[in-house]
């Protein structure tokens, strides 16, 4: 029982918490966050302390909710609200609703959760708020992101993350920034904040940078679930519904992204009739919404490429042609060398991994790719494809020095060996000294 209900609070945790903070903060006020985020956290350890011994109650989310309600009202009751007219309505909210033991079950009271949270994610995504704090303090708030899984997702220190914080908490504070829905061009630039953030925590969870998995479902469907909150509401936009057509895809694909050992696969080698049949749909539906308007963002350009692997029936059929023209145009909007990147596997299924080689040459003295494990990678791909078995194992070598997961550096250990393999001993044991990798 110890586990399972650990499991489950940390389930609720993932997918409640950002609901519960931001109802909380609708009845104490956005001045209080700080105060909201610790009723509950202190719900979610009473959870961890009570369930394993009690049991799991019936309705484990209103037993968090009122649990993290009354250790608010507790916080007013000793006085920790100095704004009286703040601590009166939120007192009396609190005791309007204390008889209603499963009102987060309610109807009306869901619909409420989601106005609530999507008032909170555009409220983290202010535009006085600094660009980096909004997506951190909305990956904390909304995500139930800690401080280290949003320092690992930015490639930055932990320290650093919880400053961006409290400045971000602090200034919302100081400028009174409300909780409600924006209008106008503050909405647009609170969206295009509101959709980094979301897509970061899909990337996280995709491919984990770091860690045992390759990827972490939960958080791919928190992010998909956060995108299609913004897409059902009065603010979507095309852009809104490209962002959660290409998720949708990329996350009908989590099944089989590692098989039943956890080692990586491929997408060429993939099962795809093990694909989410649904979550392919629910993207061809966004997929259509997204096209309205004339509007050409990075998310519909992306979402393409997704819709060209997602209706190829086969790794054969798929239409590179099409894939590298959408990739140069992706490059032309977002002159990224990690698009760069992406556009050479293209670049390689078309013309040929010579003239591969030659644009990654390019890419080789990009700083940004330096410690990018896929550079090497990419290239050690390319070298094994043109049958230069002794340069390819020294790019897959190099890549293995990099940062990445537990599964992708197996992945990249076994095509490591498919090299040396065909190398002479004397080769392997003047350049590859390595006890790690067992040569």
Sequence with gaps: MTNAAAALVDHLFRNRAGQMVAYLTRLLGPQYLDLAEEAVQEALSKALQIWPYSGVPAHPSGWLFRVARNAALDAVRHGMLVDQKTASL????????????????????????????????LMCCHPALPRGARVALSLKTIGGFSTREIARAFLSEES??????????????????????PKGDELTLRLDSALEAIYLIFNEGYAAQTGENLTRQELCGEALRLATLLAASSVATPEVHALVALMAFQ???????????????????????????RLVAVGFHHFALCAEGPQLSTYHLQAAIAAAHAGARSAAETDWRMILELYTQLLQQCPSPVVALNRIVAVAKVNGTEQALSELNALASEDSLRNYYLLPAVEGSLLLEAGNHPAAAESFHRALQLRCSEPEKRFLERKLAQCTDSLPIAHLESRYQDPLLGL
């Design 251 to 277: 996350a009908a694909r989590l099944p089989v992204r590692v098989d039943s050992q956890g080692e990586l696969v491929l997408l060429e080698d993939q099962d795809r009739n093990a694909w989410d049949a």
């Design 90 to 121: 939120a007192a009396s909210e609190v005791a309007r609703m204390a008889s209603s033991a499963d009102l987060p079950g309610e109807v009306e009271f869901e619909e409420q959760l989601r106005d609530d949270e999507l008032r909170m994610l």
């Design 160 to 181: 650093a993350i919880a400053q961006k914080l409290v400045r971000a908490k602090r200034q919302i504070r100081s400028e009174c920034i409300a909780f409600e829905l």
